[in-house]
């Protein structure tokens, strides 16, 4: 059973940096793309970055984000993570990963079916 728990989210002041986690567990982790989503109050998910399989390991990241946030995997400890900096008001949402057995990440939701519950994330002063 494919089982995504994000954690890390929390309140952070602009500028400032925080780490998301993604342990998984029920899959192994070489095999599968996994995807940072986010969802703003009111707006649709978005895809923020992704990381193919451990075969390809090519990350990709939204331009929103790019030279801010950080994706790696570990798949010893089977955990990945967001690391985010230099944060802004606009990257407030909910925060998801995503895992699909595949080669090739994507940005667009639609290709995963596994997700987490999501972490909170806020960035307010």
């Known amino acids: 059973q494919v089982q995504l728990v994000e954690s890390g989210g929390g309140l952070v002041q602009p500028g400032g940096s925080l780490r998301l986690s993604c342990a998984t567990s029920g899959f192994t982790l070489d095999y599968y793309a996994i995807g940072w989503f986010r969802q703003a109050p009111g707006k649709e998910r978005e895809g923020v970055s992704c990381?193919?399989?451990?075969?390809?390991?090519?990350?990709y990241y939204a331009d929103s984000v790019k030279g801010r946030f950080t994706f790696s995997r570990d798949n010893a400890k089977n955990t990945v993570y967001l690391q985010m900096n230099s944060l802004k008001a606009e990257d407030t949402a909910v925060y998801y990963c995503?895992?699909?057995?595949?080669?090739?990440?994507?940005?667009?939701?639609?290709?995963?079916?596994?997700w987490g519950q999501g972490s909170h994330v806020t960035v307010s002063s």
């Open positions: 995503a895992a699909q057995k595949r080669r090739y990440c994507s940005l667009y939701a639609g290709v995963y079916n596994s």
């Open positions: 990381i193919s399989s451990s075969d390809d390991g090519s990350t």
